[in-house]
């Protein structure tokens, strides 16, 4: 009989797809269902990007590219870096990837494996532990608390750290719960990692400018002391409407950069060259799509918010970034995961349950606004109906 190496028996998932799955499947049975479940934005890729992707088919662009990606695209990465962060970086230092995802992995199995401990947000992006559990590594949670806004402490994250601690991952703009750290309190973390060098960082910044009430995220690349030590990971996904499109890229320490791109050579070889392309589009060319989807996120941000606060046992903070609330539901009693499966299949509304993103994420549920503000507010009355039988 064949049998998988045990590190298979300790992969996890992210419950999103397994929603989404089962949301289209309700729907094609015949069910008006209500995705407030997967966490992509419900745009279209601008039409100026996905030009430039036809064109690069038309012109030839058909073969191999490097496993670092374009220097053209990389370029226009180390541009946008500078616009967002103020930080000038060298495309020599910029992997174009497959995703977001892809640098996850490629960071957590570049420093997990048994004996070793990686710390990861809790409530966070679920697939940060399923990869540390994979590599064997012990996955120490770093917890996420509301009443700290859903920001990291930096106090809180540094007694976690021991000797075997190997990596750090955090996020901000976060998902589930649209938290924000404040400056002052990565400033804090990151004096106070200085008397640890042997923990190396994954900032994932990949909701970076989708930032509301005139908060802006603070980039880990600000601080030149980490930067040795520091990956950060970005992409295309959120900002233009590009989830489909599988681009990614990130930010690696010079000691990094060799082995990464092994790791590419390995697994992917490289990524297709007309999304490259459409990716320079998107950096380069006009972002009024992008600004009109942001305007549209924050308008339904509010509704979201106080629709869930007018809701009897339900509580939610604004988030400040992303395009998720994290509503509390401790009152209605409920655990969440029951919750969340009784709103798809008798009341059709789909969302995620908090547990879905870690052992404290117990008590909460992740809508995702990326839906129409009819389509919201139909959710929130059918919400309320539910609770209140
Ligand atoms: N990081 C975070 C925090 C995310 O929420 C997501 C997607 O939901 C990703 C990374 C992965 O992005 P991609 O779809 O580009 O792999």
Redesign the pocket.
């Known amino acids: 009989m064949i049998q998988t190496i045990s590190a298979f028996e300790r992969i996890g998932e992210e419950n999103a797809f397994a929603v989404l799955a089962r949301a289209t499947e309700l729907a094609q049975s015949g069910k008006d269902i209500i995705n407030l479940g997967i ?1 992509q934005p419900d745009f279209r890729t601008p039409d100026h990007i996905v030009e430039a992707a036809i064109k690069a088919l038309r012109d030839g662009h058909h073969g191999y590219t490097p496993a670092t990606g374009l220097l053209a695209t990389r370029e226009a990465v180390a541009r946008r870096t500078f616009t967002t962060t103020g930080v000038e970086i060298s495309p020599e230092c910029v992997m174009i990837m497959p ?3 892809p640098t ?1 992995y490629a960071a957590i199995v570049m420093f997990g494996e048994p004996g070793a401990e990686i710390l990861y947000p809790d409530p966070g ?1 679920p697939i940060y532990k399923s990869m540390i559990d994979f590599t064997g590594a012990k996955a120490v949670p770093v917890p996420i608390r509301e009443e700290n806004g859903f920001a990291f402490s930096a106090e809180e994250t540094l007694s976690l750290i021991t000797p075997r601690t190997r990596l750090l991952i955090l ?1 901000s703009p ?2 589930p719960t649209g938290g924000v750290t404040p400056r002052a309190e990565i400033e804090k973390l990151v004096k106070g990692l200085a008397v640890h060098p042997h923990v190396a960082i994954l900032s ?1 910044e ?2 970076d400018v989708m930032t509301y009430d005139g908060e802006s995220a603070t980039s880990l690349l600000q601080f030149p002391e980490i930067r040795d030590r520091l990956i950060v ?1 970005n ?1 295309w ?2 900002t233009w409407a590009m ?1 489909g499109w ?1 681009m ?1 890229w990130s930010i690696w320490p010079d000691a990094l950069y060799g082995k990464v791109r092994k790791l590419a050579v390995n697994c992917w070889s490289c990524v297709n060259a007309p999304s490259q392309y459409a990716g320079i589009a998107a950096i380069d060319g006009p972002q009024d799509e992008v600004d009109r989807m942001m305007r549209a996120f924050d308008r339904r941000r509010q509704v979201v918010v106080e629709g869930l606060n007018a809701i009897d046992g339900i509580s939610c903070i604004t988030p400040k970034g992303a395009f998720y609330a994290f509503p509390n539901i401790k009152e209605t009693g409920r655990p969440a995961k029951k919750l969340a499966s009784q709103l798809l299949e008798e009341a059709g509304v789909a969302l995620i349950a908090g547990p879905d993103f870690g052992t404290l994420g117990e008590g909460y549920i992740r809508l995702s606004y990326a839906n129409s503000e009819e389509n919201i507010l139909r959710a929130l009355e059918r919400i309320e109906s539910f609770l209140a039988r």
């Open positions: 966490g995703g977001g995802k996850m992006f996020n976060a998902n994932d990949i909701y990971l992409g996904s959120k989830t599988r990614g």
